[in-house]
């Protein structure tokens, strides 16, 4: 007997982000405070962003130690203390740090959700940083990091890093072991004094709240927290266009794989084109059923999981494009991934296949705001951009106005290959004579 096969139901139209009960507040202080009521669980979601660039070159290991310990005690309670106070509540809270802030992220029930705050606003204006704590986690640190770099996706990264930007601090995405073994509980101490406060931090709560109640108390918890009256240093924006010259090929002897990279600008949130390159993006290698994945992955078998996403700092966004081969398909796995980012900027796409990524572009942005972490996670990266709920809102009918011809001017004035460069990680002695075609290489 022969199974009859049942359509696939066509998707049904898209549903509206909810507009929730908001109320939001700037403190004399400078600290950003916004509640939003998000019905569900009797739980609260915290998110603390504070502003933490710099250009200082010792910053990445000092701020990296630092989200590692500014919870491992204050002047009043030890880690063990913290950590039991915590429990207590049945709360969770943690600390973690990139190029432009440090996050501190926290759960609660809502009868305890204040409670948090108190043990958060402790850590903030008393963290101790004990010496012996100090000195555990930067061993843990470096042995992290050591172990990190010995991973080819990693290296190629910071690679990537290093050839894109140049002199920003951006070309620095993480410390060595050795830059975090140099960091004393003074420079932390330091550093937490002259950084760790509120000017243009955003403190944002979402759960099973009032929103003017909880606003009204984390406003009286949080008014006395005060500046260090040092100003908050600007990191110069990142560079217009991706670096000329020649890609760069780093020697990985005896490796079994390549690890390509392609990287360039790309737009912030806010500019007008960004819904037409986030389409782009997704139509060359930002989900499964993309070009790349059909081209080097279905079709070819080049590689497992090839991908391409636009990363999104405070100084600017930049595509990224990753791939991982074996080191005899180095060569024609580029060829293809130049080849698609070709299609891009000289054919458009069909209306079918810009459909299936509006689709997916507005039902993952729904799904990122569908719980009350995600939604309080994405509301403190947005503010601390300048965007808000408002912008979150209105963003699924910007990806429906994308029109074909969109995407073909961000392919041609973004996504062309001349546009983006490229390095890759692995054995030259096999690869490198095939690479040539592709124009000059600096083998390092």
Known sequence: MTATLSPVPALGPWREIASLPTAETRLANGLRVLAVARPGAPLVEVRLSIPFGSTDPAHPARSWLLSETVLSGTARSGRLELADRLGDLGASLRAEVDHDQVLFCGTASAHAHDDLLVVLLEALLEAA?????????RTRLASR??????QAAVRAREILHRHLYGDHPYAHSMPTGDEVAAVTPEDLRALHASRITPDDAVLVMVGALDPEEALEKASRLFGGWRAAGVP???VPDLPPEAPAGASRLFHRP??????????????????????ALQLANLIYGGYFSSRLVANIREDKGYTYTPRSRIVHHLAGSTLWIEADVATE?????????????GRLSTMRPSPAELDDVRQYAAGRLAMSVATRAGLATTLATLVGVGLDMDWLRAHPRRLAEVTASDIYHVGVHLLAPKLLAAV????ASECEEPLQAFGPWVVE
């Open 232 to 234: 908050l240093e600007v």
């Open 145 to 150: 990091l050591q172990a990190a770099r010995s």
């Open 129 to 137: 940083y004990p010496d012996d704590e100090v000195a555990a986690e």
């Open 424 to 427: 890759v990680i692995g054995d």
């Open 329 to 341: 398909v180095t060569a024609p796995a580029l060829l293809e991934m130049w080849y698609e980012l």
């Open 254 to 275: 005896g490796s079994v794989q390549s690890s390509i990279r392609i990287g360039g600008p790309a737009l912030r949130r806010d500019d007008p084109l960004f819904p």
